[in-house]
T-cell receptor
Framework: EAGVVQSPRYKIIEKKQPVAFWCNPISGHNTLYWYLQNLGQGPELLIRYENEEAVDDSQLPKDRFSAERLKGVDSTLKIQPAELGDSAVYLC??????????FGPGTRLTVL | AQSVTQLGSHVSVSEGALVLLRCNYSSSVPPYLFWYVQYPNQGLQLLLKYTSAATLVKGINGFEAEFKKSETSFHLTKPSAHMSDAAEYFCAVSGNQGAQKLVFGQGTRLTINP
């Protein structure tokens, strides 16, 4: 069974530039999560989707961050414009309803 | 509201020694509790979880954890450390009703000395 796929694995951009991350969850998993993991910290939930509906986006900084899951399968997280403080690892996870979360390898973002 | 505190950001043990990683939680509802492991440049992998059944939970790679409600603790142990156990370990809590988000601790980096 293929796991959660994320791309790119690494991204380096200059501040004020836009950036996008892509996540393909495990087949059949209707719940998808985006987490932010700062260096030396645990992951923090940014947004959770049930199918194509964002059911918890309370921690998503909506002035510069956006996410979509148009067909209820893969998802894209975007930052525009990026700031120095956005340097972190962005993790995607998926699960069946109320089930165990499976995490992808993450995208490591460096903003210069 | 829920939170997790992991005592000790770094733990170092000798190969073959007991591993003890401490986790205390706070939750206004009966919790589910989890331990995850993260190897360098990889995502998180579930070690074990407590979901209100047996208080002593056995996980993968010889790890286990005991839920102690009176102490609000969920410490992770392994009797004999192996070099391959070197990684970052995260404790997490969620509610036990429906799909609840995970709240993670700050992590404990485990180093194994030969």
């Amino acid at each position: 069974e293929a796991g959660v796929v994320q791309s790119p694995r690494y991204k380096i951009i200059e501040k004020k530039q836009p950036v996008a991350f892509w996540c393909n969850p495990i087949s059949g998993h209707n719940t998808l999560y985006w987490y932010l993991q700062n260096l030396g910290q645990g992951p923090e939930l940014l947004i959770r989707y049930e199918n194509e509906e964002a059911v918890d986006d309370s921690q998503l900084p909506k002035d510069r961050f956006s996410a979509e899951r148009l067909k209820g399968v893969d998802s894209t997280l975007k930052i525009q414009p990026a700031e120095l403080g956005d340097s972190a690892v962005y993790l995607c996870a998926s699960s069946l309803m109320e089930g165990q979360e499976f995490f992808g390898p993450g995208t490591r973002l460096t903003v210069l | 509201a829920q939170s997790v505190t992991q005592l000790g950001s770094h733990v170092s043990v000798s190969e073959g020694a007991l591993v003890l990683l401490r986790c205390n939680y706070s939750s206004s509802v009966p919790p589910y509790l989890f331990w995850y492991v993260q190897y360098p440049n990889q995502g998180l992998q579930l070690l074990l979880k407590y979901t209100s059944a047996a208080t002593l939970v056995k996980g993968i790679n010889g790890f286990e954890a005991e839920f102690k409600k009176s102490e609000t603790s969920f410490h992770l142990t392994k009797p004999s450390a192996h070099m391959s156990d070197a990684a970052e370990y995260f404790c997490a809590v969620s509610g036990n009703q429906g799909a609840q988000k995970l709240v993670f601790g700050q992590g404990t980096r485990l180093t194994i000395n030969p």
